[in-house]
């Protein structure tokens, strides 16, 4: 990056009452900083049930795909009090600190053949991303729908990269649905993994962390329910497509289960023997979807229920 006169940077760093005007901001600061040669403009991005989300995009002319830094986050932390001129620099430090597609090849986008062992899927809700979904292609798992995304880089501890597969993406490739969905059915637990855990353990380690590891309590917890998602806690709800997840569960709670879509990064199991009716969990699921979770993290307010028997799921 190469300055520019500070009196250019001041100049926009007026009070701020919207996101979207402090993504203009943030644009003029980075432009600033930049200089020539780089582009950077707002992108407003629909994202999961409709959802939108500001940020400001950072085009090098090193090739047609660019990330975005998302400034919803930032937003709030100006609106709590922190400096605009801080929080810009943040925004460029993250940028050149993350590097989304650092080391990814963008060009293999186009080619399915060189880009199919990175394509993931993810659950949504159908009825809330009919936008979404016409401009994606997608299968359909009851009231959800499976889409597509390629991850383009990161780790556990800074997140990853992805890119959404969209359909000028798929008519690149020339495939039809059903293939993405195989490929991403190979690639999905082998790079994102799966996690399966009893409540009793993850409110153990969630009262671990908050007592800075000096948890002591009782942590027998009569709780006979089951917290599933992927390695990273991202799109985690997509477990449920794994191949044998279902029937392994099964098998060890010996009985059918109830899965609760508890958001779209991770759902619930819980056995039919813990003695709970239908309505008491479909109680429990809308309850928690309407107090706690986040609009753009909602997957369903419906249950379902898997036959050991069947080997199916259904709605219940």
């Known amino acids: 990056m190469k300055g520019n006169s500070e009196n250019r940077r001041n100049s926009s760093m007026g009070r701020v009452s919207t996101v979207r005007a402090f993504a203009e901001v943030a644009r003029n600061y980075a432009e600033a900083c930049f200089g020539a040669g780089v582009q950077v403009f707002v992108h407003e991005t629909v994202k999961n049930n409709g959802v939108v989300q500001t940020g400001i995009c950072i085009k090098d002319g090193t090739g047609d795909i660019a990330p ?6 930032y937003f709030e932390e100006y609106c709590a009090g922190k400096a605009m001129d801080g929080l810009c620099r943040d925004i460029l430090d993250a940028y050149a600190a993350g590097k989304p597609f650092d080391g990814f090849d963008i060009s293999s986008v186009t080619d399915f053949r060189r880009v199919q062992g990175s394509i993931c899927f993810k659950l949504v809700n159908a009825e809330r991303n009919r936008e979404l979904l016409a401009g994606s292609p997608h299968l359909l798992f009851h009231d959800l729908a499976v889409v597509f995304y390629i991850i383009a880089g990161g780790s556990f501890k800074e997140g990853i990269s992805t890119i959404a597969v969209k359909k000028d993406i798929q008519d690149m490739w020339g495939v039809d649905a059903r293939t993405i969905y195989a490929a991403a059915l190979r690639n999905t637990g082998l790079l994102l993994g799966c996690s399966v855990q009893s409540m009793a353990d993850v409110l153990r380690e969630m009262a671990s962390e908050k007592l800075d590891g000096g948890c002591s ?10 917290v599933a998602s992927n390695s990273y806690k991202f ?22 289960f109830y899965i609760l879509p508890s958001s779209i990064h991770e759902v619930l199991f819980l056995p039919c023997s813990a003695g709970f009716e239908p309505d008491e969990v479909r109680s429990i699921v809308h309850e928690v979807n309407h107090a706690e979770v986040l609009p753009e993290d909602f997957l369903s307010d419906n249950i379902y229920r898997y036959s050991k028997a069947e080997g199916r799921v259904e709605i219940i």
């Open 68 to 73: 975005v830094i998302y400034l919803d986050r």
């Open 217 to 226: 309590a009782d942590a027998s917890f009569p709780i006979s329910m089951y």
């Open 235 to 256: 799109n985690g709800a997509a477990v449920l497509l794994y191949p044998g997840l279902l029937e392994w569960f099964a098998d060890k709670a010996a009985d059918d």
